[in-house]
């Protein structure tokens, strides 16, 4: 029996990973510059975190979530979103009784059972980052704008933003009874979920994806003509601080999003370079979450990003471009060796070398001298050093330069030498 990946699970190898890599180091760089640290929670969590936070009407509680029982009999849930467990952690650990708003992110795994296809998997990545304790629209377009600050420094050209505001819950309260008026009529053109949510959650029909749903939003009444004084006001100083940043943005009224928490602020980040998932970044403004959740009173904001998603796109701008990053070589030095008393230098060699910070690499099993000076090229390394009985004799390894093939003696042992010549400063020197 041929064991496989699991449907809706992938591998990720080089050189892609360099790309994941080259993603995850920019979005920790550019976070730090706005003051957000790293959060590490759980993958599985109880399975009420969800319920209770996500919400037991959305798609991803009543359909998506991979939850089991756990030898004890206890229902654990593999994190489907990062926000539940974040703000979790937080109130567990005491830390929304501070003044200051607490800025954390999170790069991670995330998983949901849903139908497989190019950018939408069962186990996939999120770079997510949850903003708790600010209920200042400053703070909604600083962590937007932190968003696309990331996309463009990933030199992604066409992020779009696109926000709306739900209110809050008596907004969406009055707006709710307008939307289902507005869809009661056509209640035969809707998916048999959405005929259900017509009367439980009519708000959801606007997220539904079934192409006869997608159309009817057009008959839904705009959320923002059911928007309170407050909550207005905080739509209108969230567009003017965007502005005032230079972000461009577009007002989709009917941008709602697949979690029950959100109030006032939603938005999105869309790419044309993605195809039919196109969504590369959803989030907003949670203010009753955490005390939802027995917290204090505490208002906050945040969002999550596909990691896959970006790294494709990343994949199509640098090929369009031609630039990826060199693609580090898994070598600088090949050590080559001969006889048992060269292989025992070899060892010796490498973990001089490695100590220094020379990556190194040699061959155990290969006695042939043939062989390993093919593998060194094959592998892509910059240098090969050769130590057989006469080397070790001669107290002088025979070093070569495997771009030029010029080659020249250094002496044994002296690894701080051989360091310098294989890094930048010795390139030079070598065979002059
Ligand atoms: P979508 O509309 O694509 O289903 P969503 O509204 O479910 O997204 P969120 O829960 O807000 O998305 O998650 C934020 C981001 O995570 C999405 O914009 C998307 O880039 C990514 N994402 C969500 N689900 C998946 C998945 N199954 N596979 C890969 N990426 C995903
Ligand atoms: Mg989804």
Redesign the pocket.
């Known amino acids: 029996m041929e064991i496989k990946a699991s449907k809706g699970t992938r591998d990720i190898l080089p050189p892609e990973v360099e790309d994941w890599q080259l993603v995850e180091e920019t979005s920790r760089r550019i976070f730090a510059l706005y003051g957000f640290r790293e959060i590490r929670t759980p993958i599985f969590e109880s399975t009420d975190l969800f319920v209770k936070s996500t919400g037991s009407d959305t ?2 509680v009543t359909k998506e979530m991979y939850t089991f029982t756990d030898r004890a009999g206890r229902s654990v849930t593999l994190r489907p ?1 990062g926000t539940p467990g974040v703000v979790r952690a937080a109130l567990e650990a005491g830390l929304l009784r501070r003044l200051e708003a607490e800025r954390f992110y999170y790069i991670g795994p ?1 998983f ?1 059972y ?1 139908r497989p296809q190019k ?4 186990q ?1 990545s ?1 770079i997510g980052v949850e903003l708790l304790g600010s209920a200042h629209p400053a703070a909604d377009a600083e962590v937007m704008e932190m968003a696309l600050a990331l996309f463009s420094s990933l030199g992604i050209g066409d992020a779009r933003l696109q926000i709306n505001s739900v209110g809050h819950a008596e907004c969406r309260a009055t707006y709710r009874v307008a939307l289902r008026e507005a869809l009661v009529p056509h209640r035969d053109r809707l998916c048999p979920d959405c005929q259900r949510r017509l009367d439980v959650n009519p708000l959801r029909i606007l ?1 539904c ?1 079934v192409p006869g749903c997608a159309a009817l939003k057009e008959k839904a009444p705009s959320i923002l003509d059911h928007l309170c004084d407050d909550c207005r006001t905080h739509m209108s100083r969230v567009q003017e601080a965007l502005r005032a940043l230079d972000v461009p943005f577009t007002i989709n009224p009917r941008l709602v ?3 029950d928490y959100y109030t006032r602020t939603t938005f ?1 980040v869309a790419s044309g370079g993605l195809g039919a ?1 196109n ?5 907003g403004r949670y203010d009753d979450l955490v005390a939802s959740m027995g917290g204090p009173p505490t208002p906050a904001f945040g ?8 790294v494709m796109l990343l994949g199509a701008v640098v090929e369009g471009q031609r630039a990826r990053p060199a693609c580090p070589s898994p070598a600088d030095v090949y050590i080559v060796h001969l006889g048992q008393a060269g292989f025992d230098e070899a060892f010796r060699a490498a973990r001089a070398l490695r100590s220094r910070g020379v990556a190194t690499l040699f061959d155990p099993e290969s006695r042939d001298l043939k062989k390993q000076m093919s593998r060194a090229s094959a592998c892509g390394a910059r240098y090969t050093i050769i130590i057989g009985d006469s080397e070790i004799e001669r107290r002088a390894y025979a070093l070569k330069r495997m771009s030029d093939g010029i080659q020249k003696d250094v002496a044994a042992g002296q690894w701080d030498e051989i360091t310098r010549e294989v890094t930048h400063g010795g390139q030079q020197r070598v065979g002059a």
Do not use: H
């Open positions: 798609d991803i979103e995330m949901r849903e950018g939408r998997y069962r996939f999120q997220d994806k999003r697949g979690l999105e998932q969504a590369l970044c959803g989030g969002f999550a990003i596909g990691a896959d998603r970006l």
